[in-house]
Structures are given as structure tokens and as C-alpha cells.
């Protein structure tokens, strides 16, 4: 259970951070496993979603932010991608970063994770609970980092306070900007087809 969970786990990070094409619907009917080859395929992709370059440079800047369990980062790379307006009350700032640090949690550890007895988390991780697994995140996460060809700047080291000030002045480097333009070129592309 716990060697089908990473393969699907690993499948996850691959779909976002080097295909960047998300099935959006993980589901059991979704995967199949092949025990001989020990393999994990990826059926229906009628829910998928692609994303553009700079959004997952900065989708996998956030993870690996979360995974260091570094508050600031988050938060500054939340900004980049427009999570934040540079606005918020503490309160609002807070939540999302408890919520980024969720993300985090399995890949904040060398040692293995314990899916089962983490049940505020969804999504893949839903699938690792249920099949009640236990293994190493953390090398699956350093693997796709050092993979990963980044296309925008890296995060500047802002604390918090220093990133949501920017945003709120316009002073901060928008990823989700170029994310849009770069979406919106290849919907013309895909138009044209």
C-alpha cells in the first residue's frame, strides 16, 4: 500500500511540476497499477487543467517554502501569484499560511509520513490516507525541485510584512500576470489549431 501511495504521490508532483498538466480528478477509477512491472498509470484525462511556466515555478517555490516550514517565503511567493492583494488582516495572512504549512507537512521530514493519522489533508494526499500510508515524501520533493528548470526569478528573501507591503504598493514582481498573458497565448495558439 504504502510503495502504491508514493508511486501515486510521485505521479502527482510530476503531473503539476514537470508536465504541468494536472488530472484534476484523483480518483481510484483514475489509476492503474500494474503489479508485474510495478508500474502506476494515469487514466482520464477529461479533468485536466495545464498551467502556465510561471505559475508552477511558483506553485513549487510555495511547496518547498511550506516543506522548510519558512513563513516568509510563503507568504512572498503568495503574493507573486496573487493570493494576496498585500490587504489582508493578520488573521486572513495567518490561515493561509496554516494552510501552506498543511501542504508542507509531509515533505517537512526525512522520516516516513504517516498519511493515516493526518487527516486534515485532500486531494492526492486523500488517496495516501485512505490507502493508509506510510513513507518518505521528502526526496520525492527534492527530486522534482532539483529537476525543475525555473523560468522566473527566484524569491527575493522578503519577510512578510516587507512582501505584502510591496504588493499592496505594486512593487512586487506578479507571477500570476505572466501566467495569465503566457495562458492567454496559448489559448490563441490552441485556437488557431
Known amino acids: 500500500r504504502s510503495g502504491i501511495a508514493r508511486r501515486m504521490l510521485r505521479l502527482t508532483l510530476w503531473e503539476l511540476f514537470e508536465a504541468r498538466l494536472m488530472q484534476t480528478?484523483?480518483?481510484?477509477?483514475?489509476?492503474?497499477?500494474?503489479?508485474?512491472?510495478?508500474?502506476?498509470?494515469?487514466?482520464?484525462?477529461?479533468?485536466?487543467?495545464?498551467?502556465?511556466?510561471?505559475?508552477?515555478?511558483?506553485?513549487?517555490?510555495?511547496?518547498?517554502?511550506?516543506?522548510?516550514?519558512?513563513?516568509?517565503?510563503?507568504?512572498?511567493?503568495s503574493c507573486r501569484m496573487g493570493f494576496f492583494t498585500g490587504h489582508e488582516?493578520?488573521?486572513?495572512?495567518?490561515?493561509?499560511?496554516?494552510?501552506?504549512?498543511?501542504?508542507?507537512?509531509?515533505?517537512?521530514?526525512?522520516?516516513?509520513?504517516?498519511?493515516?493519522?493526518?487527516?486534515?489533508?485532500?486531494?492526492?494526499?486523500?488517496?495516501?490516507?485512505?490507502?493508509g500510508a506510510k513513507f518518505p515524501c521528502r526526496d520525492l520533493l527534492e527530486r522534482t525541485v532539483e529537476a525543475h528548470t525555473f523560468t522566473t526569478k527566484p524569491l527575493e528573501g522578503l519577510s512578510a510584512r516587507e512582501a505584502l507591503d510591496r504588493k499592496a504598493a505594486g512593487d512586487l514582481p506578479d507571477t500570476q500576470e505572466e501566467a495569465?498573458?503566457?495562458?492567454?497565448?496559448?489559448?490563441?495558439?490552441?485556437?488557431e489549431l
Request: glycine share 6%; aromatic share 12%.
Open 25 to 77: 480528478d484523483p480518483n481510484w477509477g483514475n489509476f492503474f497499477y500494474e503489479p508485474e512491472a510495478d508500474a502506476l498509470g494515469l487514466l482520464d484525462f477529461g479533468a485536466a487543467k495545464e498551467f502556465p511556466p510561471a505559475f508552477v515555478d511558483d506553485y513549487l517555490r510555495l511547496v518547498w517554502a511550506a516543506a522548510a516550514r519558512d513563513e516568509d517565503a510563503i507568504v512572498e511567493a
Open 89 to 131: 488582516n493578520a488573521s486572513m495572512v495567518r490561515a493561509h499560511v496554516n494552510s501552506g504549512l498543511v501542504i508542507g507537512e509531509p515533505f517537512a521530514q526525512t522520516e516516513a509520513y504517516d498519511f493515516k493519522a493526518a487527516r486534515k489533508l485532500a486531494g492526492a494526499y486523500l488517496l495516501c490516507i485512505r490507502m
Open 180 to 191: 495569465r498573458t503566457q495562458s492567454d497565448a496559448h489559448d490563441s495558439a490552441a485556437a
